[in-house]
T-cell receptor
Framework: GQSLEQPSEVTAVEGAIVQINCTYQ??????LSWYQQHDGGAPTFLSY????GLEETGRFSSFLSRSDSYGYLLLQELQMKDSASYFC??????????FGAGTRLFVKA | DAGVIQSPRHEVTEMGQEVTLRCKPI?????LFWYRQTMMRGLELLIY????????DSGMPEDRFSAKMPNASFSTLKIQPSEPRDSAVYFC?????????????FGNGTRLTVT
């Protein structure tokens, strides 16, 4: 089977750095993605890691350790507009993409 | 690029009625996914297609649910008969697919309420 675990909720202040962790168990693994979803909106793609290491895209970075079945999303210079839910998602066998339960990020002024 | 288009945006129906949700994927995308999102169960993969062929429907909850993709530009998800527990936001997503970074592009979803 497949399972992904991430914290349900994280709170941080504007300008700070926050890390959202994700651990996964899947039968087959091709890569780990991160998606952002604002209330009432659709999930939108943020980043993808297929190999170990850090990928940086502006204020957002994502890390993967395949040996530890672990990844994280790092958000820097937090802004109020970053308040949203963040989902890790595993690309399993056959391009099947399974999502975690999501982490709700609250950014305070 | 118009993005993934879903219709209707909102659907309110009574228990026992048939519901049909529609999706137009991004042109050139070979993979199409149907997800259901609820507070309790999060984003659940219901079924996905590759080149119009269903690949994995293990997430379809019951025989009341069926999905089709008659051509590369159209897919439907049908619930018959609908039940109150089917109330959720249903998302369609498409992707170019293949190995590597092929992100899912989601439509705006259909919010289904079954009373």
């Amino acid at each position: 089977g497949q399972s992904l675990e991430q914290p349900s909720e994280v709170t941080a202040v504007e300008g700070a750095i926050v890390q959202i962790n994700c651990t996964y168990q899947t039968s087959g693994f091709y890569g780990l993605s991160w998606y952002q979803q604002h209330d009432g909106g659709a999930p939108t793609f943020l980043s993808y890691n297929a190999l170990d290491g850090l990928e940086e895209t502006g204020r957002f970075s994502s890390f993967l350790s395949r040996s530890d079945s672990y990844g994280y999303l790092l958000l820097q210079e937090l802004q109020m507009k970053d308040s949203a839910s963040y989902f890790c998602a595993v690309e399993a066998g056959g391009f099947k993409t399974i999502f975690g339960a999501g982490t709700r990020l609250f950014v305070k002024a | 690029d118009a993005g993934v288009i879903q219709s209707p945006r909102h659907e309110v129906t009574e228990m026992g009625q048939e519901v049909t949700l529609r999706c137009k994927p991004i042109s050139g995308h070979d993979y199409l996914f149907w997800y259901r999102q609820t507070m309790m169960r999060g984003l659940e993969l219901l079924i996905y297609f590759n080149n119009n062929v269903p690949i994995d429907d293990s997430g379809m909850p019951e025989d009341r649910f069926s999905a089709k993709m008659p051509n590369a530009s159209f897919s439907t998800l049908k619930i018959q008969p609908s039940e109150p527990r089917d109330s959720a936001v249903y998302f369609c997503a498409s992707s170019r697919g293949g190995a590597g970074n092929s992100p899912l592009h989601f439509g705006n979803g259909t919010r289904l309420t079954v009373t």
